[in-house]
């Protein structure tokens, strides 16, 4: 059988366990390369906003690379931002017409982050 990597990847993707995890795969890295960006613009470092969140380098790490082993919670996300100074909007749009409607819209997920002056204080963990 001859197949390419592309090949492969629509074979899979027709699967729906295998689709499902493609999504949440996709939406983990979003989510970590938004906690990347919002504490770059920060101007902190792994470790100081890891001390900011009461974790460690690691968690932070993996959070950031997608590969913490599961999509962050917005939780998650928006005590990062507020570790960093930034404010998280979540605006979610209709992917599908309900019954009656006439149109249907795209898929849509805009993250919003207001800049503030970055907290200097130490955000205690969440229990």
């Given at each position: 059988?001859?197949?390419?990597?592309?090949e492969l990847?629509?074979q899979?993707?027709?699967?729906?366990?295998?689709?499902?995890?493609?999504?949440?795969?996709?939406?983990a890295l979003e989510?970590?390369?938004?906690?990347?960006?919002?504490?770059?613009?920060?101007?902190?470092s792994?470790?100081?906003l890891?001390?900011?969140?009461?974790?460690?380098?690691t968690?932070?790490?993996?959070?950031?690379?997608?590969n913490?082993?599961?999509?962050?919670?917005?939780?998650?996300?928006?005590?990062?931002a507020?570790?960093?100074?930034f404010?998280?909007?979540?605006?979610?749009?209709?992917?599908?017409?309900?019954a009656?409607?006439?149109?249907?819209?795209?898929a849509?997920?805009?993250?919003?982050?207001?800049?503030a002056?970055?907290?200097?204080?130490?955000?205690?963990?969440?229990r």
């Amino acid at each position: 059988m001859d197949c390419d990597a592309y090949e492969l990847l629509d074979q899979l993707a027709k699967r729906p366990a295998t689709r499902e995890a493609m999504r949440r795969s996709a939406l983990a890295l979003e989510l970590g390369r938004l906690a990347f960006d919002m504490r770059s613009a920060a101007g902190l470092s792994q470790a100081q906003l890891a001390k900011r969140l009461g974790t460690s380098r690691t968690v932070i790490s993996r959070l950031e690379g997608g590969n913490a082993g599961r999509v962050p919670g917005l939780d998650q996300i928006d005590k990062i931002a507020e570790a960093c100074g930034f404010e998280v909007r979540l605006e979610a749009t209709r992917m599908r017409p309900e019954a009656g409607a006439e149109t249907a819209e795209v898929a849509r997920f805009r993250f919003s982050v207001t800049s503030a002056a970055p907290s200097t204080a130490e955000i205690p963990p969440r229990r």
